[in-house]
């Protein structure tokens, strides 16, 4: 079911990480709340005001950063915006996601429209505008240091506002920029005093990036528990070191508790399990198995407190120099993206630990000396053929990427505009990496879960718990079951699609009565 709204309304506060994600990935429309209008012109009136003055005043009057010394006079002052713009377009590499560009318009938009950068309306009209019609501005894989805002990002942006640099239409298509405004009835802004450094002062990129993973990971978390069930079952692992009295009452970690119960409950009415429940030798499963809820329930507690963090950068509004609400125009820090680099990192860390002790799951079905009975590498004749050997080897080299983007960006620093900016934070590499990071986790969980199936298939005539029968039903929609060698990567491909498209997520949660 749709649940999405016809619209999201830009209000002075309350955007929601929801109302993101509405307009970064499904292009639902952005309204202007009339109290946002108004409030931008009655703020506008003070950034006029500071700029008819002979005082100088940082962002209004003056140049920027390491240039904030030069007094501007009023006959260069469109000039000196849209130099900004042109010259902080400085961005190289591949363009990245729209969905990314989406989210970065919509947050920077969400900032206009809080009434703290001294805008004008027809700025955040302009914003929104391009949105709705569907207008991506190009923006390249390199140029944000994460400190005063995610500064080329921004200005790729804001260049399309003007009506220069690059964009693509609402199916992808780069044209030119004037014919794409002119198409949907946008008159290029021709910016007016601080509303240059108001379009680029921002952790609009980085945060966008969060918002997105922290939603796709809330997803994997549940899928890498089921998963992990999947795995236990069919290795003939016990179910009853998850039963809840083992968790909260004595290791009160939420998310552990909630992992362990997730496990625990795909595995009821398991004909596998119920199998070996008795005369069943094996004192302990390995760690990679009855574990699971420790680094599962880890990885889920810090996606809480990445949350929590970017649920307070979504409520600034970041800008530098700000207008406070008593007109006072003041130069600030906010711009700088530590706490949300940091975070970043912490999921990168959190990421790789669960994409690691899936792969050692897998590797675990796949060798006769551990598997309890399975055949070699679940081949249908071993020798003959490999099975899910390779397999093994995607998934080992996915988990190896994953380690080297867990090493953090936010402890680099390299200074910048002349030893003005001199410590940086690298919120956007942290977010880059993140992104790759978290589809790379798709795929680990992909290969547990086709491996897992397979492994479940051979141990017919018992049948799984329902939880896991019904996404092992959902990969055999796409993934033949057992038999002879065959071109494994289309069937992994397939797979991969029923996770990113949330056909795996939205069976699981049918399954569990969500």
């Known amino acids: 079911m749709n649940t999405s709204p016809t619209s999201v309304t830009l209000h002075l506060t309350n955007t ?41 005043v940082y962002g209004i009057s003056t140049g920027f950063g390491a240039l904030a010394t030069r007094h501007i ?67 390249r894989e390199y140029g ?15 260049l399309v506002l003007m009506g220069e640099g690059e964009a693509t239409d609402k199916h992808g298509v780069n044209r030119p920029v004037p014919e794409l405004l002119a198409e949907a009835g946008i008159t290029p802004l021709e910016l007016a005093e601080k509303e240059g450094l108001a379009l680029v002062n921002g952790t609009d990129g980085m945060l966008g990036m969060l918002l997105m993973a922290l939603a796709d990971l809330d997803d994997l978390a549940d899928i890498a528990d089921v998963s992990a069930a999947m795995s236990v079952e069919a290795q003939f692992g016990t179910d009853q070191v998850f039963r809840p009295e083992l968790h909260e009452p004595l290791r009160p970690h939420p998310g552990q508790a909630l992992s362990a119960a997730n496990m625990f409950g795909a595995l009821q009415g398991s004909q596998v399990v119920a199998s070996h429940r008795e005369g069943d030798g094996r004192v302990q499963d390995a760690y990679s198995l009855r574990c699971s809820p420790q680094v599962t329930g880890a990885v889920r507690d810090t996606i809480t407190h990445a949350r929590m963090v970017a649920t307070r950068e979504l409520a600034a509004a970041i800008d530098n120099p700000v207008v406070l609400p008593s007109g006072e125009v003041s130069s600030n820090g906010n711009f700088h993206g530590a706490p949300v680099a940091y975070v970043l990192d912490f999921l990168a860390i959190a990421v790789a630990d669960l ?11 796949l060798d006769p000396a551990r598997s309890r009975d399975l055949p070699a590498f679940l081949a249908d004749d071993p020798g003959v053929d490999s099975g899910m050997m390779i397999a093994q080897y995607t998934q080992a080299g996915l988990v190896a990427e994953n380690k080297r983007l867990a090493v953090p960006a936010s402890v680099d620093s390299i200074p910048s505009s002349a030893m003005q900016e001199d410590h940086v934070s690298l919120g956007w590499h942290a977010a880059r990496k993140l992104r790759t990071a978290v589809d790379n986790l798709r795929r680990v969980l992909t290969i547990e879960l086709v491996v897992a199936s397979r492994a479940l298939d051979l141990r017919k005539p018992l049948t799984p718990a329902p939880i896991t029968g019904a996404v092992h039903e959902v990969i055999r929609s796409k993934v033949a079951g057992p038999g002879e060698d065959r071109f494994l990567s289309a069937e992994l491909e397939a797979a991969y699609e029923l996770l990113a498209d949330g056909t795996v997520i939205s069976a699981l949660h049918h399954a569990q009565g969500k």
Do not use: W, Y
């Open 16 to 56: 929601t990480a929801q109302d993101v994600l509405h307009v970064a990935r499904h292009d639902i429309q952005v309204d202007i709340s009339a109290e946002v209008s108004e409030k931008l012109a009655e703020v506008r009136t003070h950034i006029d005001a500071l700029a008819a003055s002979e005082t100088p």
């Open 355 to 365: 994409g690691s002790i899936a792969e050692r799951r897998t590797d675990r079905m």
């Open 73 to 139: 006079a009023p006959a260069d002052r469109a000039k000196l915006q849209r130099s900004l713009i042109r010259s902080h377009a400085a961005g190289m590499g591949a363009p990245v996601e729209r969905e990314v560009v989406r989210a970065l318009m919509f947050l920077r938009a969400k900032t206009l429209a809080s009434g703290r950068t001294g805008v004008r309306p027809v700025v955040l009209e302009t914003m929104v505008a391009l949105l709705n019609a569907g207008i991506t501005p190009v923006v």
């Open 144 to 158: 944000s240091l994460g400190c005063s805002g995610d500064l080329a990002p921004l200005s790729h942006c804001a």
